[in-house]
């Protein structure tokens, strides 16, 4: 079967090759959401059929965004290239222009997503039940909605798109959890997101009755009264905190992350957070930078609050997935932070670290759902001397985990490094704060390797365990390799993401002098 898969994919590679890099977006767009609809339609209720074609749609999907990739210009004038639209009217009442475009930002999400999903397929191989034609189909829709929201230029097709994306998470949870509670935690997913999301409806409304036009590039340029302004920065910034996730908006991750299957970890660490710092780098701070700049300082407070807090939550937590998604809340609490400094190199760590942390986080899910399958427990005093029994996941395990710290030639390292030289800029105290919760990060990190690898072994959980087979051990070593990549290599990525955050700050943020005081509230 594999080297089925393995000549259709170079079959693949040879015919996207041929396809034109103009019309390269609109194929992105087009095909995912008809893999979807096929996979609908395929007939027999065989599993592994619709496995098979799942995971050989993503990679031929990751071939076309390669490719996409290949042929993006990051030096260019405008930030948005390939720019595809529909233009509607309904009876002059309703106008419509619908636009989707890539910059660097849109790019490296669209491609991370496309990279998440095959994993997403290989680690959900041996999961057989009723539901898993529909959780392949789900897969597809949701890679679908997400390369949208990536990539739309129209805030109202973004928050069409943005609800859209709740709906195949909230039936993944209910198909791929572990527990009774799973339905609990997908309630507490699409009530905090869909709640969190409604504030941003209004918004949307007012600034169409003002514009006419929902158009991002145009609106940028609109000038609104400050009292007005506020208000759409609060309702933007509530839909968009509630997704990455912040204090105290956080509560349904955990719970959403125990819940759910591997795969749906992966790709909600992986992918569905940072739609909330793409959301608040791409229209709070880009369209709002005034109100940004005067509010930075309380969301300060609250990153820096969540920072520490959610590091020190995470040094009780007893189950091993917990360990991980707790420590997920406070790392994308420091790459608010980061944005929120509104300096170049603030950003551009913010983003670097966002991006690590879609690789890192998924990996070391991958890690936890492979030692799930063997022992059926999370639970870290169940767990212990697993380097005896499965030396190539304790090697994995402690890669992923140096990630996780930020250890030098990491990709976390460069990020968080960055992060902090922009926080630096702005205040140093909130420069310590932040160091507390790297150390922290540090202290947790090691005492959940050594309690998982090297603790007392658990015979009766250990006893004839099968190390990594090969699935799962060429899926963390793609992440590896990237991780490798962006570690040695940082400029592959920050080239291009300097460029269209140079062109934002000359076109749209505000200049403005960092307040001398760390917390305000």
């Given at each position: 079967m594999w080297p089925l898969v393995f000549s259709l994919c170079v079959l693949g590679t040879a015919l996207l090759y041929t396809v034109p890099v103009e019309g390269l977006l609109l194929?992105?767009?087009?095909?995912?959401?008809?893999?979807?609809?096929?996979?609908?339609?395929?007939?027999?209720?065989?599993?592994?059929?619709?496995?098979?074609?799942?995971?050989?749609?993503?990679?031929?999907?990751?071939?076309l965004c390669t490719r996409l990739w290949r042929g993006f210009v990051p030096a260019a004038v405008e930030p948005f290239q390939q720019v595809v639209g529909l233009n509607r009217s309904w009876n002059g009442l309703l106008r419509i222009k619908l636009e989707f475009g890539l910059d660097s930002l849109s790019l490296w999400m669209v491609l991370l997503t496309a990279a998440l999903m095959p994993l997403a397929v290989l680690c959900s191989w041996n999961t057989q039940?009723?539901?898993?034609?529909?959780?392949?189909?789900?897969?597809?829709?949701?890679?679908?909605?997400?390369?949208?929201?990536?990539?739309?230029?129209?805030?109202?097709?973004?928050?069409?798109?943005?609800?859209?994306?709740?709906?195949?998470?909230?039936?993944?949870?209910?198909?791929?959890?572990?527990?009774a509670r799973k339905v609990r935690a997908a309630y507490l997913l699409v009530l905090y997101t869909l709640v969190g999301s409604l504030a941003m409806l209004p918004c949307l409304l007012l600034l169409y009755s003002r514009a006419g036009t929902t158009n991002y590039l145009l609106l940028?340029?609109?000038?609104?009264?400050?009292?007005r302004q506020l208000l759409l920065w609060w309702g933007f910034f509530l839909a968009f905190a509630v997704k990455v996730p912040l204090m105290p908006l956080h509560l349904w991750l955990p719970e959403a992350h125990v819940e759910r299957s591997t795969a749906g970890s992966v790709l909600l660490a992986g992918v569905l957070l940072k739609l909330g710092t793409y959301g608040l780098l791409r229209f709070n701070l880009?369209?709002?930078?005034?109100?940004?700049?005067?509010l930075g300082p309380r969301v300060s407070t609250i990153?820096?609050?969540?920072?520490?807090?959610?590091?020190?939550?995470?040094?009780?937590?007893?189950?091993l997935k917990k360990i991980v998604a707790y420590s997920s809340v406070a790392h994308m609490s420091m790459v608010v932070l980061a944005l929120f400094t509104m300096n170049e190199v603030g950003i551009l760590g913010s983003i670097f670290t966002m991006l690590a942390h879609g690789v890192r986080s998924p990996a070391l899910f991958l890690c936890v759902g492979a030692l799930y399958d063997r022992t059926h427990t999370k639970r870290l005093k169940y767990l212990g001397g697993a380097a005896t029994a499965m030396p190539l996941f304790s090697i994995w395990f402690f890669i992923f985990s140096l990630c996780n710290m930020a250890l030098p030639l990491t990709p976390n390292f460069v990020g968080e490094f960055l992060s902090l030289c922009g926080i630096f800029a702005q205040n140093w105290v909130s420069l310590t704060i932040c160091l507390g919760g790297v150390i922290l990060s540090a202290v947790y990190t090691l005492w959940a390797y050594a309690r998982v690898v090297h603790g007392m072994p658990k015979i009766q959980y250990l006893s004839g365990m099968a190390d990594l087979n090969r699935r799962e051990w060429w899926s963390l070593a793609i992440l590896a390799i990237i991780a490798l990549w962006w570690g040695l290599k940082p400029g592959a990525v920050l080239d291009s993401l300097g460029s269209t955050v140079y062109y934002w700050q000359q076109c749209s943020l505000a200049i403005y002098e960092p307040a001398p005081w760390a917390l305000l509230i």
């Open positions: 194929t992105v767009l087009i095909v995912p959401l008809a893999r979807a609809l096929f996979l609908c339609v395929l007939p027999g209720k065989e599993s592994k059929l619709h496995r098979f074609y799942a995971l050989l749609f993503t990679l031929v999907t990751l071939i039940n009723a539901h898993s034609q529909s959780f392949y189909r789900l897969l597809l829709a949701l890679e679908s909605f997400l390369f949208r929201c990536f990539t739309s230029l129209d805030l109202l097709c973004f928050y069409v798109l943005y609800e859209c994306s709740l709906l195949p998470m909230f039936l993944l949870i209910g198909l791929g959890g572990s527990r940028r340029s609109l000038n609104i009264e400050s009292s880009y369209m709002f930078p005034e109100r940004s700049a005067y990153c820096l609050i969540g920072v520490i807090y959610r590091s020190l939550t995470t040094l009780r937590q007893v189950d």
